[in-house]
């Protein structure tokens, strides 16, 4: 049972539906759905265990640059045209911005796209 002692006479009206009345130093109960409101207003816990109620941090991949980009890009295209499903396309015969974002991982536009598929299509015509 999670008690918490705070450093002066308080009335917590919770956003859950509860009603605590913290008497200055001595324990009250806090249900675990509230103790995130309750260290919010200063209450500390009696056992001097602190627990962690931020949320887990994300951490976002940094997207590449450059040329790694662009090798990324055309590497995305060759995989779609491999793939041949002609509703990856647009009505020009360009894969879709967004089904080379999903397979990328990162957003890019259409000019990123257009000129990896000029590349792509350099590329193919030499070999």
């Known amino acids: 049972m999670p008690e918490y002692v705070l ?3 308080y009335a917590l009206r919770s956003t859950r539906g509860h009603m605590l009345n913290f ?3 001595q ?3 806090v249900p675990p759905e509230v103790v995130k ?4 207003i200063g209450a ?3 056992d001097g ?3 962690d109620v931020l949320p887990p941090e994300v951490v976002v991949a940094e997207a590449p640059s450059g040329q790694e980009r662009e090798d990324l890009i055309v590497e995305a295209i060759r995989e779609v ?8 396309f647009t009505a020009a015969g360009e894969p879709h911005v967004k089904v080379l974002e999903k397979i990328l991982g990162f957003d890019i536009d259409a000019g990123e796209r257009l000129a990896a598929w000029r590349r792509f299509k350099a590329e193919e ?3």
């Open 27 to 29: 324990p009250t109960w």
């Open 44 to 46: 500390e816990p009696v």
């Open 37 to 40: 409101e309750a260290i919010a």
């Open 125 to 127: 015509a030499g070999a």
């Open 49 to 51: 265990e602190r627990p």
């Open 81 to 88: 045209v491999t793939e041949n499903d002609s509703k990856n």
């Open 7 to 9: 450093n002066r006479d």
């Open 23 to 25: 008497v200055k130093g």
